[in-house]
């Protein structure tokens, strides 16, 4: 997983920053998470519910999705990744 620069950490709660954009993620059962990735312009790239109630998920899953669905991880196509 990338390096991200954890803020505040619970074990319902998560907030983090990542490539100039603010993470924030609140546990609501051992199933369902609220996800939020700001960007540095004020408009969000993810923001939204994550799981289902068939899996249990963690707390690292749900920043890896975080990452994930925002596309911060995405490697960009037709060409080498930028650092």
Do not use: N
Not at 24 to 43: L, W
């Amino acid at each position: 997983m990338p390096r991200i620069k954890v803020i505040e950490q619970t074990a319902d709660e998560f907030h983090g920053r990542y490539k100039k954009h603010d993470i924030s993620i609140r546990r609501e059962s051992d199933y369902i998470y609220y996800i939020m990735v700001a960007c540095p312009d004020g408009t969000y790239a993810y923001y939204g519910w994550w799981g289902d109630d068939l899996e249990r998920h963690t707390m690292e899953q749900a920043v890896h999705e975080a990452l994930e669905g925002s596309l911060l991880t995405a490697q960009p196509q037709g060409g080498e990744a930028k650092p």
